[in-house]
Structures are given as structure tokens and as C-alpha cells.
């Protein structure tokens, strides 16, 4: 199968398609069938699956990985008056909630090679106000873990993972998921397993059940337990809730994205290793590395274009590669240049967010893509310097 959409007469090659099988769709055809469509037994299958892959206490399957990163802050209390630490070079939906739970992101560089949050910066950002890290695994590469947690357990700070790009990574030897007091994934359309939309909470067991309760109206009793075998549909409200809780017919897909985990991450690994090696010594072209200690998701193959080296600049190779038909994308345009978000952060304290942000470019890197695919993307690249196909 390919990774090439139908578009007019040139084939275009997507910057990412999710890969889907026949046992998703008969998975999901049977919960049409068995006309439970909301949160029940598939949902809890899926939740039991991605608790055993990341040894969490517990998890909680929601609508998005927005909705875990909202629940995980309301879980921990932070609310109104408190400052959250995370990356600037990241998406928005971390920002937008905890500016939705009434705190203020603290914005902070990462490190230049793995562009995950800079520990350093991260210990010179805390305040007597500060209440939470979020970590943001970019790409898929693991955050240095063990060093933001030593920085949270000195402050008394919750330490949470944005785990959206990593479902499956590992920090010497350990799982993304199991690093932090609470991890959100994403299973959005381009994510690494997918639901269409979807996310998953994982981590401490007291900390999950407060967002389950929170996730789910702040009810008592939940539907499955309501109207399922254990009778009446009485119930109280215990917690000004919302609503966020998976649906069986997506948690059906889940189910069987997620048994395809390990065959997904070698093949992400393939196309990366191969990136690697057949782009290598371009001029002024940055290649992402790996951390001799960490297992890549490889989410993203991010390269950076440095326009001075390369005679080009990030834009340039985007529109060569486009006019090639082959699309790429950009992550992230960081926080602190969005609108709503423009005051928070000094961009000159942000040297290594600020340079990324003007040279990244993500190749097309994806289990759907075919050995062709990848040899077209190469090639493509390395015409845009004057060099010939490895
Ligand atoms: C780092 C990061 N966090 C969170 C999200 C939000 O995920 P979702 O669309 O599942 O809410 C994304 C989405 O792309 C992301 O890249």
C-alpha cells in the first residue's frame, strides 16, 4: 500500500495517512452491530491494552488528547493563579488549557538536538507559583525524564507528559506513559495509532480516577454501570464535569491500532534510519538524532534547513518538494508567536525554539509509505541540492 492520494494527474505524496486494516473496520462494524456506541466493553479493552504497553496504574479513554492534557491539569488542581512549565516549540492545545483552567503557561527553550524541554531552562522558570511541567516528547524522542523529575520532586510539581507523538517510546528502558505522574496520547488521525479522534489519560490511580470522574459529567455512575447488568439508571453529580469519554465504535479501532504498535515503530524506524543515512552530509541540511539511551517513535522525521550552509532556506525546500508533489509540514510555529500568546515569553530567551522554528520542515514518514515512496522523497531532496540519487 502506498502513501500517494489521487490528486489530478500527478500522484501527490501526503504528508501522512493513517494505515487501517480489515480488523479495525469488522472490529468497529461489530460495535455498530451490537448497538453499544458509546463508552463499554471495547473501550475498556482498549484502556486495558495501553495500560499493560506503558505499565501505568490506570487509564482513562477520552475524545482527544486536548481533553487528557484538560483533565490531567484539573486532576492535579491547577487552577487559577498557578503557572505551568512546558516547551514554547509545541501545539497549542497544552497552552489553550491550562490559559482555560485560569493559569499562565511559562514558556521555556529546549535543548538543540532533541528539541525537548532544556531541564536547565526548566529549573531557572520555577516560581512559588508554579504547580506543573508538562513535558512534550517531540516527535516522538523522549524527554530527559529523570532530570525534570528530580526538578519536580525538589518543588513538589506535577509532572505530567505530553505524550501525544510517543505512544510506544521508551527512556532507558522504561515506557513514555509511566515517567511522568500522568501522560496524555492522542490517536488523532496522523498519530502514531489512531482512532480518527481520540486520546487516552494514563498514570497515577488517584489522579485518573479524579479525571474519570471529571471526564464523565462528574456522575456517580456512568452509562455502562446505569444501563449495563447492574440495573436502574440512578445516579448523582458529584463534580462540575464534562464530557470527554471515548466511544466504543472508535475504541474498536484503538483496539487493533494498537496491536499493530510494534510493527508501526519499525517501520517509522525504517524510513528514518534510511533518511538518515541517505541525506546524510548535505550541506546546511540538520538531520534528527536519537539519544543513545531512548527508543524514537519517529512521529516525525523534522529536518532543519540552516539557509546560510544550504543556499536555500526551510520555505525553498518546502515549495522544491511540493512542486515534486510530495507535501511536508511544519512543527511547531511555537507559542510564543501565536496571537493569543505573544506577550508570555521573551523570544531572545528562546535562542534554540527560535532558530528551530525558522529551519524545521517534517518529511512525510509513515508505516503506509512504500520503499518507493521514501527513494522519491530522498531523491527529491537531493535534487534540491545538485546531488544525484543515492
Ligand atoms: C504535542 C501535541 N499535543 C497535543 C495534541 C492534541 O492532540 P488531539 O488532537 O488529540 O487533541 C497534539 C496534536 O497534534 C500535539 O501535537
Known amino acids: 500500500m502506498s502513501g500517494e492520494i489521487a490528486e489530478g494527474p500527478a500522484a501527490v505524496l501526503a504528508w501522512n495517512r493513517a494505515l487501517l486494516g480489515e480488523e479495525e ?7 455498530l452491530r451490537s ?12 484502556e ?53 483552567v485560569g493559569a499562565t503557561p511559562v514558556l521555556v527553550d529546549v535543548l538543540p538536538d532533541q528539541l525537548n524541554l532544556d531541564p536547565a531552562a526548566v529549573a531557572a522558570a520555577v516560581s512559588g507559583r508554579t504547580r506543573a511541567i508538562v513535558a512534550m516528547h517531540y516527535g516522538g524522542h523522549p524527554c530527559e525524564m529523570d532530570e525534570l523529575r528530580e526538578i519536580a520532586d525538589q518543588h513538589g510539581l506535577l509532572l505530567i507528559e505530553d505524550a501525544a507523538h510517543a505512544i510506544g517510546a521508551q527512556y532507558r528502558g522504561r515506557p513514555v506513559g509511566s515517567l511522568g505522574d500522568l501522560a496524555a496520547f492522542s490517536f488523532y488521525a ?44 440512578d445516579y448523582d453529580v458529584l463534580e462540575a464535569g464534562l464530557k470527554y469519554n471515548m466511544s466504543d465504535v472508535l475504541a474498536a479501532v484503538g483496539v487493533h491500532q494498537l496491536k499493530r504498535l510494534p510493527e508501526f515503530l519499525a517501520r517509522r524506524g525504517v524510513i528514518a534510519a534510511r533518511y538518515s543515512q541517505e541525506l546524510a552530509g548535505l550541506p546546511g541540511l540538520w538531520l534528527p538524532g536519537t539519544a543513545a539511551d ?40 511555537p507559542i510564543h508567536r501565536l496571537a493569543r500568546y505573544r506577550d508570555l515569553a521573551d523570544p531572545a530567551v528562546m535562542p534554540h525554539t527560535e532558530r528551530a522554528a525558522d529551519r524545521l520542515l517534517s518529511l512525510p514518514c509513515y508505516p503506509a509509505m512504500t520503499d518507493d515512496d521514501v527513494s522519491r522523497v530522498i531523491a527529491a531532496i537531493r535534487q534540491a541540492w545538485g546531488e544525484p540519487a543515492p
Open 25 to 31: 473496520i469488522a472490529e468497529a462494524v461489530d460495535a
Open 294 to 333: 531512548v527508543r524514537h517513535a519517529w512521529h516525525l522525521y523534522p529536518v532543519q534547513v540552516s539557509p546560510g550552509r544550504a543556499g536555500m532556506d526551510r520555505d525553498a525546500l518546502a515549495e522544491a518538494l511540493a512542486a515534486a508533489g510530495i507535501a511536508t509540514s511544519i512543527h511547531f510555529t
Open 190 to 233: 496522523n498519530k502514531n495509532i489512531t482512532t480518527g479522534e481520540g486520546g487516552m489519560l494514563v498514570g497515577r490511580a488517584d489522579l485518573v480516577r479524579s479525571a474519570r470522574l471529571l471526564g464523565r459529567h462528574g456522575l456517580s455512575r456512568v452509562a455502562w454501570q446505569r444501563h449495563g447488568d447492574r440495573g436502574p439508571a
Open 35 to 46: 448497538g453499544w456506541l458509546t463508552t463499554g466493553p471495547k473501550t475498556a479493552r482498549f
Open 48 to 100: 486495558a491494552g495501553v495500560r499493560e504497553l506503558t505499565g501505568a496504574e490506570d487509564a482513562f479513554a477520552v475524545n482527544s488528547c486536548t481533553a487528557a492534557l484538560h483533565l490531567a491539569l484539573l486532576a492535579g488542581g491547577v487552577g487559577a493563579g498557578d503557572e505551568v512549565i512546558t516547551p514554547s516549540l509545541t501545539f497549542c492545545a497544552i497552552a489553550n488549557v491550562i490559559a482555560r
